[in-house]
């Protein structure tokens, strides 16, 4: 994914970075050619990533690093890709419960990822080649998708 022009973080996993990511997050947003709307939805899904990373990866183990790695995309239409590591044990994404489905609508987590899948325009979740998992997450300039958030679930 990286062709020598990607900006590589790799800090402590804890949630005193946030700001710190979703600073460099809507800078290089900016570079890529995203609009407002677009920014807005990109910081909230690698927000989302990071949290999960730190949280559920590595388990609030700060001894164990969080890796964000941004990429312009080389073609047009222009985007970033955004690569988020952990370093925990990892997890089977399809064993992962569907937050709409009705026992899960009231429960207070598990919706992140949905999340991140709705706002962005690809996104891939696998273990990562260096252990842990990954999420590849790519948002493009001007895709029709950007405008607007998911529908509610009834909507």
Same mark, same amino acid.
């Given at each position: /994914?990286?062709?020598?022009?990607?900006i590589?973080l790799?800090?402590?996993?804890?949630?005193? /970075?946030?700001?710190? =990511?979703?600073?460099?997050?809507?800078?290089?947003?900016?570079?890529?050619?995203?609009?407002?709307?677009?920014?807005?939805?990109?910081?909230?899904?690698?927000?989302?990533? =990071?949290?999960?990373?730190?949280?559920?990866?590595?388990?609030?183990?700060?001894?164990?690093? =969080?890796?964000?790695?941004?990429? $312009?995309?080389?073609?047009? $239409?222009?985007?970033?890709?955004?690569?988020?590591?952990?370093?925990?044990?990892?997890?089977d994404?399809?064993?992962?419960?569907?937050?709409?489905?009705p026992?899960?609508?009231?429960?207070?987590?598990?919706?992140?990822?949905?999340?991140?899948?709705?706002?962005?325009?690809?996104?891939?979740?696998?273990?990562?080649?260096?252990?842990?998992?990954? /999420?590849?997450?790519?948002?493009?300039?001007?895709?029709?998708?950007?405008?607007?958030?998911?529908?509610?679930?009834?909507?």
């Open positions: /994914m990286s062709d020598g022009r990607a590589c790799h800090f402590q996993s804890t949630y005193e /970075m946030l700001d710190f =990511v979703q600073v460099a997050c809507d800078g290089l947003g900016r570079l890529a050619g995203l609009d407002e709307d677009s920014l807005h939805w990109l910081s909230v899904a690698v927000r989302e990533s =990071v949290i999960n990373a730190i949280k559920h990866g590595n388990g609030d183990d700060e001894g164990k690093r =969080v890796h964000v790695e941004f990429t $312009p995309l080389p073609t047009e $239409p222009s985007g970033l890709a955004i690569r988020v590591r952990d370093e925990g044990p990892g997890f994404p399809e064993g992962l419960p569907d937050p709409l489905a026992e899960n609508v009231l429960k207070p987590s598990g919706r992140g990822i949905f999340i991140i899948r709705s706002f962005m325009d690809e996104m891939d979740l696998r273990r990562a080649p260096e252990g842990g998992m990954e /999420m590849v997450m790519v948002k493009r300039a001007g895709a029709e998708a950007d405008s607007q958030p998911p529908a509610p679930a009834g909507a």
